[in-house]
């Protein structure tokens, strides 16, 4: 009798590359996204992508919606109202500034919650030096007065949804772990979004081809990032990910260099050195945990 040739494990992407290409993916998606700002407008092209990206999930995941309990709603209304505020005003933002300045100040909120949370010395270091690329990117005076205020306002906000996002993903986590829980959560994100996207001339602007845009935008940015970065946590520490994630207000610079033609001054690109080194330095001297355990 024949055995059975042995089943080799499938091949995946080393974690380091996985998460370089989740960055690239989600500020290539972004740019693609800004694309489509003069038919779609941003609030229309961040509902339907938010819109595609939940229908997306739903379909991989297929959450439970029937069978939640009281706790799980309580934690997915508030996580998916924040992530659909964080992305409209993201959006609303790019509209108005560069991809690299907006990824930047977005960027704060995140790197805020890190370094405010601890009482170390060193950590104060790292928000001085954010601190030092916010005053340096703020529409103050010179070639940085360009900037829209608004903008600015806009994509500080954003960054103030991330960071309440970190926190309410890791109450949900505890209550509803795994892919189910974002799936669901999109949906309500998607439920926040679409209002605006409507009130914008969303139904009457799409048409087939911008359909199809933003299912690209959609993948791009949630699909095949969320993909890559699950499969590159299963053997990354939380510290190695936050250094590689600090690459994105880099990566969002660059592509919005080489896809839309945005060019950054001086001061602007020291800014983005700034409050990645900030980042990094925080990822690398936070204290140690365990890596995270896919759920």
Do not use: H
């Amino acid at each position: 009798m024949n055995e059975a040739p042995p089943v080799r494990p499938a091949r995946t992407l080393p974690p380091i590359p996985a998460v370089i290409l989740a960055v690239v993916s989600v500020q290539g998606g972004a740019a693609f996204a800004k694309d489509l700002f003069p038919a779609l407008g941003s609030a229309g092209t961040a509902g339907l992508r938010i819109g595609l990206s939940a229908l997306l999930l739903c379909a991989v995941f297929r959450p439970p919606l029937t069978r939640l309990t009281r706790a799980q709603w309580a934690a997915v209304i508030p996580y998916g109202v924040v992530l659909g505020s964080m992305n409209l005003s993201f959006y609303t933002a790019l509209e108005r500034i560069p991809l690299g300045v907006a990824v930047t100040l977005e960027f704060v909120g995140p790197l805020s919650l890190a370094v405010f949370g601890s009482r170390r010395a060193l950590d104060f270091l790292w928000a001085l030096l954010a601190a030092a690329g916010i005053a340096l990117i703020a529409p103050w005076r010179g070639e940085a007065s360009t900037l829209d205020p608004l903008g600015v306002m806009l994509a500080l906000f954003a960054g103030a949804c991330w960071a309440i996002y970190i926190v309410l993903g890791g109450r949900l986590s505890r209550v509803f772990p795994g892919g189910k829980s974002v799936a669901t959560g999109m949906l309500f994100a998607a439920l926040m979004c679409l209002p605006f996207s409507f009130a914008e001339g969303l139904a009457a602007r799409l048409t087939p081809p911008l359909f199809a845009a933003g299912l690209a935008v959609a993948l791009l940015s949630s699909a095949i990032p969320y993909t890559l970065e699950m499969m590159a946590l299963r053997e990354l520490s939380s510290r190695t990910f936050g250094i590689l994630m600090s690459l994105e207000p880099a990566v969002a610079a660059l592509a919005g260099l080489v896809f839309l033609r945005e060019r950054l001054v001086a001061t602007q690109w020291l800014a983005l050195v700034f409050v990645s080194a900030a980042s990094a330095g925080a990822a690398l001297t936070a204290r140690r945990v365990s890596p995270p355990v896919e759920a």
